[in-house]
C-alpha cells in the first residue's frame, strides 16, 4: 500500500496544501481546538486521509484521560472526517484532577505502567470506536529505572491495545544519538507489534552545549532520517497508511515546503510502487 | 526511587515527579533516573517546560503589556509557584494567572482596567466554547449585513440578532478609553470571527442591547413597540451602528 502523504497543517504551509505531492493531513488539535473559530480546520482542503494528534491524552498518566478533553477531540476529529486520532507514549501530568508539566516525559519502564498505558488506551479506543488510536514513539531527555527497554515496553503496549504505532523516524534517530543505540534496530524490533502504521519525520539538529540531538522540528529532514525511513517502509510491508512532515520553527520559503515533501513521495514511490519489470 | 509494581505506588511515583517538575523542582525525579542518566537533563526538559509556559502566558496576557510594567517577572514568579493544572488552556491558565496577579499584588485602579480587559477577552473564548454552534450561526448571518442592512426598514421579515456570544464589563479609569480624561465606562466584549472586539457601551445603545438580551430575536416593527417613543427615529440608525460593529446581524 502507497501511504497517503503530507505536511502537519501549520498556518505557514496552508498555501501549499494542494501540492498534487500532498494528500494527507495532520491537525494539530490544540492548534484546532479555537473557541472562536468559524471554519473547519482543514476548511475546503480535501485529502485521502486527515489524522488529529493530540498533546493532552497523557496515556501513561495513572488515571484515564478526562471526558471533556475526549469529547473536544472528537469534535475536531469529526469536523474534519479524521480516521485516526495519535498521541504520544508518555505522561504530561499526574492522576485526574493533579498537574500537568507541561511536556510529555517517558513513563518508568515497568509492568505498572504497562498496565496503566494499556488500560488508558482501551478507553480511548472503545472511546473513539472506528477512529483508529495511534501511540508516538517520544524523543526523550532522560529515562526513568525501570524493569524493560524502550523497545519492550512500546512493543508490549502495541500487542496488548491492538492500537496502531505512530512511528515517528526523527525521535527514534535522536534518541539512538543520544543514548547510543542501533536505530534500525530498533524500527525493525517494534514494526511487527502494531498492524497499522504512521510516519512522523521532522529535523533538528545537534546542540553541542548540551551534546545532544535536539528534535525541534526547525530543520530540513537529515539525510540519515530518511534512510532510516526507508528503512522503515521496507521493514513495513505494506502496513504504513500515512506519513507526516513535521515543522514548528524556521519555516522554509514556498519552494523549501513543496520540495520537502516532494522528495518524502520520491522516497517512498520508491519502495512502495517498485517500477514494473520489462519482458 | 525503588521501581514500582503496583499501580497504586505507581500512582504516588507519578504524583510525585509531576508534582515537583511542574514547578522547576527536579530532585524527585532526578532520583528515580535510570543509570547513566543525567539529572541535568531533567533540569533541561522542567526548564524549557516552564519558559513554554512563561511565553504562552505573555501571550495569553498580552492586553496587560502596555499597563504593567512588571509582568513579566509576575509572570516568573507564578509559574514558579502555581503549577500548571491537568487539561489548562493557555487562556485558563492566563485566567488563574490574573486572578492570582489581582490577589497578591498591589495594583494601581489603572492596572486593574488592565486585568478586567484581559479576563473580558478570556471570557469571550469560554463563553464562546459553550455556544460553539450560535457562535457559527451568529457570524453566518453577519456576513450577510452588508447586503441586508439596506433593506433594514423596507424588509418586514427581517429579524434582529445579538451577537449571543458577549460580556459586559465596566472600565473605572480612562486608562483604556480613547477619552483619556473622562470617568469609567460600560464596555461590552464580543467577537468578529475570530476577533474579539471591545466598545463603550452607553445611553439608548445600552438600552437597545439589554432589551434584545431580554426578548430575544425581534422584527424592528416588534422592536418599536417595546422602544421609548422618543427615540424611535433613531432606532435603525442605531441598528445599523451596532450592525457595523458586529453586534448585531440581521436575518
Redesign the interface.
Known sequence: MMPAIGYAIREQNRPILTDPAINAAEITF?RA??????DRYIRDDEFDLVSVHAL?LSV????AP?Q??LEALRAIAQENNAESISDHMG?T???????????F?P??Y????L??TCRNIDHIQTYFGDVRFYLENIAY???????MSESEFLQRVLRKSGCGWLLDVTNVYANSLNFGYNAYDFISEVMPASDAVQIHLAGGYWDDK?EMYIDSHSHPIPDEVYKLYRHALVEAGGKINATFIERDQEFPDEDGWRSEVRQVRKITEGVCRPAVALR | MAVTYSLDAYREQLRHYAQTMAVGDNRAASAGLLAGHSPSRVAMFTDGNLYKRYEKLQSACEVLADGLDELNDYIKEYIKIVPLSAYDTNTTDGERFLIWLDEKKDLTDEQRDYVRCQRGRHAIEFVALKQRLAHIRFQELLSMNDRLLPELETNPRLAIHLNPIHVWSRFETGALLDDADGGGATVMFFPVGEDIRTAVIEGDCESLIHLLEQQGVMRLKDLRKLYPHDSQSELPGLIRDLAEMGMVALG
Open positions: 490544540e481546538d479555537e473557541p472562536l473559530r468559524v493532552k501513561a498518566s495513572p488515571d478526562n471533556h478533553y505522561f501530568r499526574d492522576g485526574e484532577g493533579g498537574v500537568e508539566m507541561g511536556h516525559a513513563p518508568p515497568t509492568e505498572a505502567a498496565e496503566a531527555l532522560f529515562q526513568f529505572d525501570g524493569t548540551a
